[in-house]
Nanobody
């Protein structure tokens, strides 16, 4: 299994920026759909953004234009650049991999992602 470790979460003021990282244990993650998800207290986990093996991104409506998902295949690392942060972005952020496909990736199909990291907390005030 691909092991995923997130980092970069922090407490920031509204309007600020953060960049999250997700380090994969090996290069095979480059073949798969990868995504960023978040879960706020008392709420269901929701998809934020996904990226396919070719590097094409897909975003949820709530973050479109503010967040950018990217990956560095050479570093086996997935990123989420978050700009214009709002208090409603406060949540635990997770990265995940769908190891059964590498295209037609969607952040909305949360249940199709099998390998998850431990999460990193983002707090916006």
């Amino acid at each position: 299994d691909v092991q995923l470790v997130e980092s970069g979460g922090d407490s920031v003021q509204a309007g600020g920026s953060l960049k999250l990282s997700c380090a994969a244990s090996d290069y095979t993650y480059n073949r798969y759909c990868m995504g960023w998800f978040r879960q706020a207290p008392g709420k269901e986990r929701e998809g934020v953004a996904a990226i396919d093996r070719a590097g094409s991104p897909t975003y949820s409506y709530s973050v479109m234009g503010r967040f950018t998902i990217s990956k560095d295949n050479g570093q086996n690392t997935l990123y989420l650049q978050m700009n214009g942060l709002k208090p409603e972005d406060t949540a635990m952020y997770y990265c995940a991999a769908d190891v059964f496909k590498g295209s037609w990736c969607s952040p909305h199909l949360v249940q199709e992602y099998q390998n998850w990291g431990q999460g990193t907390q983002v707090t916006v005030s």
